[in-house]
């Protein structure tokens, strides 16, 4: 049986690059996965996946602004994600926050904010970096500090030394990674990553709601207009 538009979940993304669009999208799906949603019944649509965080706040506040002027439908949820680059947690999710409350946006949001970078997140978990580049043994992942491409550097490193070949700067093996990594062992390293994984759960979890609530109404109207119809005759 086919699932109708009107039966997924969409879920839009606002992204900074092919890391995280690799790394996001298949987290995404897991934690679905988890909370009993087939992949059948989820949409994905990235308005934006170049340009870095001012792309993505320019195209974010874009979608806010023709949502306000009626050209635009809110997302059941939607993923934005921005590298930290130590400009801090909280400062980059209040740039998030702003657009929204600006153009009264309803939608549930959940912002990653990766810090320094995405390819950091992508090596916090050994053991599952170790499994995804079949290797006999990687390095640790560098120290938290703010030196720019340090952990881009760090991930190509891994992979060479795993004898293989980066095609993208290792966002190739993010899906891999996304899927398999351990989430509490890389929430205790970074406590921005639990808070995503945490607002992507509740966000999921209020989409499926909505959408059983629509489902629910659309039951009982099909239900009560025969006795309507009944009735006036």
């Known amino acids: 049986m086919e699932t109708s538009v ?38 994905h649509e990235t308005r934006n996946a170049t340009g870095g965080a001012g792309r993505v706040m320019a195209e974010l506040a874009s979608f806010f602004r023709d949502y306000s002027t009626g050209n635009a439908s809110p997302f059941d949820l939607t993923v934005v994600a921005v590298d930290g680059n130590c400009h801090g947690y909280l400062e980059r999710i209040k740039q998030v926050t702003k657009r929204a409350d ?30 995804v580049l079949g ?18 550097d760090a991930l190509v490193k891994s992979i060479r030394s795993a004898g293989l070949t980066p095609q993208f700067g290792g966002a190739e ?16 390293e970074d406590g921005g990553f639990a808070l995503f994984v ?13 959408r059983e609530s629509a489902a629910s109404r659309t039951d009982n109207g099909q239900r009560t207009r025969p006795r309507q119809m009944d009735n006036e005759t």
């Open 135 to 152: 290797a006999a043994e990687v390095a640790e992942c560098p120290a938290h500090k703010c030196e720019r491409d340090r952990y881009k």
């Open 6 to 43: 009107a039966d997924t979940i969409t879920i839009g993304y606002f992204l900074e690059d092919i890391a995280q669009d690799r790394f996001f999208k298949a987290l995404v799906i897991r934690i679905a996965e988890d909370l009993g949603l087939s992949d059948a019944e989820i949409r």
């Open 102 to 131: 600006r153009w009264v946006y309803p939608g549930q949001l959940a912002c990653a904010v990766p810090d320094p970078h995405i390819e950091r997140w992508y090596l916090l978990d050994r053991t599952t970096l170790q499994t």
């Open 198 to 210: 945490d607002a992507l759960k509740s966000g999921l979890l209020e989409a499926i709601r909505s």
């Open 173 to 188: 093996y993010g899906p891999d990674i996304a899927r398999r990594l351990d989430l509490y062992r890389v929430g205790k």
